[in-house]
């Protein structure tokens, strides 16, 4: 008898260390697979933050460029800079054909011209001068650079010619080749081009969805969560409407995509591609998120408080506005900004409404037309050019980034302005 | 309290129902209460008297499924007659529950936010009066004179009940109710509360609920014993516990069941 009780309990320490180690092994495994998924994003998306920049010496020479004896202000900025951007890309090999002045052409980006004027109207003293200008290397470059690129292929697999590389390894032996931090990335709309392309007008097409996301869904989720839970009597009615918001929170965000184009396009023709529908769109999605946080954290107010409001002859609106709604905040502004964090990361009901059109200008207001961040992932991903691959993973840490902060302000207010009750 | 020999009534209650959707809690309840006594209300777990109780501040207006049927008379008005206003009722009637429940602020708001609510303060200097005499009446001046901004809920349980006491009286109520207001307390914070009540009802009505047998006979002056929803016997503390007329009665405070 003794002995089988010993037994008993050796199998029940047993089963719980088994059942701990399971534990540790599901913690371990989820670790190993964030740890790889952000050693790989890391990996591939560093890069992105560094561009090459190719030092080209640049003649600023008046007649090529038109230019009348005393220019005006406005008379260099109307100048003809194509012709010295050529002339000075094909002097990097004096004895360049015509095809290879062409293939020297296309060594840098077609950004050239402009950085070349940028550079004199900067100085307009450089007239009749040579300095040496940074301009942006091509994508392939960019990637030869950064070893990114199969420098083996057979070169009519490649997009990088032999003789281009000849003239690039001997810039870069000539330390005519720097890398530099890529604020182009943070200050440049999308581009065809990938050395040109940034995340300006997706970065401020998402702050605009959210910003407007925000303005609709919070006031619209917080008096609904109010009114349910202080106000509204408990019948049939109100449990049919609360089972909905749970429903809704579950609906597929595409759905509320194909909603955003059935009716704010089709029906209101509100003007396509605008994070105006974008953050519309987004906050129908958001709605019952917020609307969620915001009861259950009502419900977490305990009722003396009520009672205690009520029997100090407060009315039912001192109490709940006075006591109640409070003293929900933090709870109601966490399960917002995590909302909004989802929103932020949606993808599906943002390509409906047309966000996922190619947009080269940023967005002064919400109702002009722009991607988001997620879209701009996704656009990327889908270009074929060697040099997208890097800037999907850096926008992915962009948006990861935000992300994290989102969250990370969500749990402060949560931890700090959240009331124990003892 | 008699003026020229004759009790005077404060609270009058006719023929009291109450109905938790279709189950009956109270069932006709005839009480009177005296003016400036103490009325304590006894009885089992579960018998309607603090069901009675939150009946005479409308309390349970907030419970969807209450109905109450009846007469309270309170100053020659029936509160529960379509024209009364619970929020004025609430200012003249003052609760105090059986779990301390101070809000989440600091001590001053605590007690500032009755009077502030109805208007009963004109400057700031007539505000800060009205917290001291208030946490003066409520024997807590001496203990938080010096931390009146820190939180309330920060104070040890017998002085956030004392903190709620005194915000109950800050609006100066003509009646306070008390739903078992020493049951999360020890003995001592007990026997402060318990001393309170003897000082506050020379201002006040008090009427309160309580398991404590001994707690009744302490403080009160009147009993009304509760069984099962009816309001068995009620009369004078003294006659009540040594002399009961009915053998409920008898059994319950001699300990018999309950």
Same mark, same amino acid.
């Given at each position: 008898m003794n002995?089988?009780? %010993? @037994?008993?309990l050796n199998k029940r320490y047993k089963a719980e260390k088994r059942f701990r180690l399971y534990g540790q092994g599901a913690i371990f495994?989820?670790?190993l697979f964030l740890i790889i998924f952000i050693f790989k994003i890391f990996s591939t998306g560093y890069s992105a !933050? @560094?561009?090459?920049?190719?030092?080209?010496?640049?003649?600023?020479?008046?007649?090529?460029?038109?230019l009348e004896q005393n220019p005006s202000k406005q008379d260099l900025k109307d100048a003809d800079y194509y012709d010295i951007a050529l002339k000075s890309m094909a002097d990097l090999d004096p004895n360049a054909n015509e095809d290879q002045e062409n293939e020297l052409k296309?060594?840098?980006?077609?950004? !050239?011209?402009? %950085?070349?004027?940028? /550079?004199?109207?900067?100085?307009p003293s450089l007239i009749g001068k040579t300095k040496d200008v940074y301009l942006t290397a091509s994508d392939d470059l960019d990637q030869v650079f950064k070893g990114n690129y199969p420098r083996d292929l057979p070169e009519d697999q490649r997009r990088v010619t032999d003789y281009q590389l000849k003239i690039f390894d001997q810039l870069v032996e000539l330390g005519k080749v720097e890398s530099k931090f890529n604020l182009s990335f943070f200050t440049y709309p999308d581009s065809r081009e990938a050395e040109l392309a940034g995340i300006a007008s997706s970065f401020m097409g998402s702050i605009f969805s959210i910003l407007v996301c925000l303005m609709i869904a919070f006031p619209v989720a917080v008096l609904a969560a109010i009114y349910l839970e202080e106000f509204a009597p408990k019948n049939r009615f109100t449990d049919f409407i609360e089972v909905n918001i749970n429903n809704l929170a579950a609906v597929p965000s595409i759905v509320f995509g194909l909603l955003g184009l059935g009716i704010l396009l089709a029906v209101f023709q509100l003007p396509r591609s605008t994070p105006l529908v974008g953050g519309i769109t987004l906050s129908l999605m958001t709605l019952p998120t917020i609307i969620i946080a915001c009861r259950a954290s009502l419900k977490a107010v305990p009722p003396s408080i009520r009672e205690a409001a009520l029997a100090m002859g407060a009315s039912k609106m001192q109490t709940t506005m006075h006591h109640t709604v409070p003293l929900s905040m933090p709870g109601t502004l966490s399960g917002t900004i995590i909302g909004l964090a989802q929103a932020l990361g949606e993808t599906?009901?943002?390509?409906?409404?047309?966000?996922?059109?190619?947009?080269n200008t940023i967005p002064g207001s919400p109702l002009d037309p722009a991607a988001s961040l997620p879209v701009q992932i996704y656009i990327?991903? /889908?270009?074929? /050019?060697?040099?997208?691959? /890097?800037?999907?993973?850096?926008?992915?840490m962009v948006l990861?980034?935000?992300?994290?902060?989102?969250?990370?302000?969500? @749990?402060i207010i949560r931890h700090k302005f959240e009331k124990k009750w003892s | 309290m008699k003026k020229n020999g004759v009790k005077m009534i404060k609270i009058n209650s006719k023929n009291v129902d109450v109905y938790y959707g279709k189950k009956q809690a109270l069932f006709n309840i005839?009480?009177?209460? %005296?003016?400036?006594?103490?009325?304590?209300?006894?009885?089992?777990?579960?018998?309607?008297?603090?069901t009675f109780l939150r009946c005479l501040n409308r309390m349970n207006d907030v419970i969807d499924i209450c109905r109450v049927k009846g007469q309270i008379i309170i100053n020659d008005f029936d509160i529960n007659d379509k024209s009364c206003d619970v929020v004025r009722l609430r200012e003249k009637i003052g609760m105090v529950f059986q779990k301390p429940n101070p809000f989440p602020k600091t001590i001053y708001e605590n007690i500032s936010y009755g009077p502030t609510i109805h208007g009963m303060a004109q400057s700031k200097n007539e505000m800060d009066e009205i917290v001291e005499t208030s946490l003066k009446k409520a024997a807590l001046w001496e203990e938080v004179k010096d931390r009146l901004h820190e939180p309330g809920t920060g104070l040890s349980g017998g002085q956030q009940q004392r903190l709620c006491i005194a915000r109950a009286i800050s609006v100066k109520p003509e009646v306070i109710l008390m739903d078992e207001p020493c049951s999360a307390l020890d003995p001592i914070a007990t026997a402060q509360i318990e001393e309170l009540i003897d000082e506050l009802k020379k201002d006040h009505t008090i009427i309160i609920v309580t398991h404590s047998m001994a707690q009744a006979a302490r403080v009160s002056q009147n009993t009304g014993f509760f069984h099962l929803g009816e309001l068995i016997e009620h009369g004078s503390t003294d006659k009540i516990f040594k002399n009961p007329e009915n053998k409920k009665t008898q059994d319950y405070i001699t300990g018999r069941f309950g």
């Open positions: 002995k089988n009780k %010993e @037994q008993l495994m989820a670790f !933050f @560094q561009k090459t920049w190719l030092i080209v010496p640049v003649t600023f020479d008046a007649e090529l460029m038109m296309r060594m840098v980006s077609y950004f !050239f011209e402009r %950085e070349i004027k940028r /550079e004199l109207l900067n100085d599906a009901p943002l390509i409906l409404i047309g966000m996922v059109a190619f947009v990327w991903a /889908e270009s074929a /050019e060697r040099g997208f691959v /890097e800037k999907v993973s850096a926008c992915i990861l980034g935000f992300l994290i902060i989102m969250n990370l302000f969500a @749990q | 005839n009480l009177d209460i %005296e003016e400036n006594q103490v009325t304590a209300l006894i009885g089992p777990s579960g018998c309607g008297k603090s």
